[in-house]
């Protein structure tokens, strides 16, 4: 079977970047492969009385700065690689976010679209009634991801608590719930928006003023809708956008406020009739100042990578773009924003969540935005001066980061048990 693209990218990322920083043949082994994985079949039966099967995977990565983190992801062809190759990845975005946390990453293999929500938590529950000894504050804390959202977050919540025979839970379990189950206010929108501001910081540096900015996004989910929604509000031109099922372009600008009420009575954008159809592919090498990769893995390829047209290119997904391009787009002067910087807002608001829970407080949104705000920024500026001062790519400079970091944290905890 070949390998996914997703772990084959996290391990030639973190090959490249040990043999930069002459990393110790011990640390490179340990940092190859995930510390635990485990694969389960669930067979929860559903509510038409259907008995199925399902292949569920955790990866948890590193736990040398916390517990491991990272989203749950359902979609029909999630395999153990990619979930291992998303946990490497968590464990980067964790170090180099500045959270206390290591890296994790769970998988559904099934389509959660073709299912009902009732059937979907079923699911949900099932999964969490069987991984419950690998899942908790001080091991393993899932979130979001791929196909899964906030009202999961909260049946998983409530599984927990129910099996412990409790109201609460001591600790937090899960981030990305509702704010009634002890979610944190501006969760949901956190990653978009940490998208958002790592762009902003791009084109302060780079001289591109926002408001002429024509912005594409691939992927119409939680990451793309935000980012695409606040881009709008700033003053940005979206000319396109897409989901699944196809795109919509207009030059002039696409109504987003009107597009998100549309996709919630039709369910998919490529009907939207204020503009004109533009398939996915199409949509990644259209002229545009900048382009959001929003939705899965591995769509900027050898095979597009010459012909993007962007300035800036801020990988809302993970793993979006593949080595080969990666090194086209550098030598092309794509401005790249790696996924381990850009995406990061979600999991720095997740540790919001996480303390918030711990402590029994509410913060603001207000407080978090501010909060969320500032890391993005600081923590752009500190890759971004890494990668000035030793003549590095931006990913290339936050993979340095980050891998250092984590062997500090591996070296001061010492080499016994
Ligand atoms: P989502 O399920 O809410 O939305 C995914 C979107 O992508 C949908 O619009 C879907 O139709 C579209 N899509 C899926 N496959 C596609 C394809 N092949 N071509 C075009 N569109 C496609 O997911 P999300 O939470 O927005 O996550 C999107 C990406 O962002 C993923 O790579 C995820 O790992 C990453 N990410 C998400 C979070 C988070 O907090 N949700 C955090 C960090 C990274």
Known sequence: MQQ????????????????????????????????????????????????????????????????????????????????????????????LIGVPFGGGKSGLCIDPTNITSADKEIILRSFIRGVKRHVGPEVYIPAPDMGTNEEDMGHIRDCISYSNGTSITSGCYVTGKPILLGGIIGRREATGKGVVYTILAACEKLGINLQDCRVAVQGFGNVGSVAAAQLAQLGSRVIAVSDITGGIRNDLGLNIENLIKHLKISGKISDFKDGEPI?????????????????????????????????????????????????????????VI???LCNAGGVFVSYLEYTQETQREQMTLQEVELRLNNRMKERFIDVYKYSQ?????????????????VTEALTARGYLP
């Open 4 to 95: 996914s693209e997703i772990l084959t990218s996290a391990l030639f990322n973190l090959k490249k970047t040990a043999e930069r920083i002459n990393l110790k043949d011990c640390f490179f082994e340990r940092l190859s492969s995930p510390k635990e994985e485990f694969k389960i079949t669930l067979n929860p039966t559903l509510s038409s009385g259907r008995a199925i099967h399902i292949k569920a995977f955790i990866s948890l990565h590193n736990d040398a700065l916390g517990p491991s983190k990272g989203g749950i992801r359902m979609t029909p062809n999630v395999c153990i690689d990619d979930v291992v190759g998303l946990s490497m990845e968590m464990t980067w975005k964790t170090a």
């Open 279 to 335: 398939s996915n592919s199409d949509l990644l090498t259209l002229d545009c100042d900048v382009l959001i990769p929003a939705a899965s893995q591995s769509q900027i390829t050898e095979y597009n990578a010459e012909k993007i047209k962007a300035k800036v290119v801020a990988e809302g997904a993970n793993s979006p773009t593949s080595p080969d391009a990666d090194s086209i787009l550098n030598k092309k002067g794509v401005f």
């Open 338 to 340: 790696p996924d381990i």
């Open 389 to 405: 001062n030793h003549t590095l790519s931006m990913r290339d400079a936050a993979m340095e980061i980050a891998v250092i970091k």
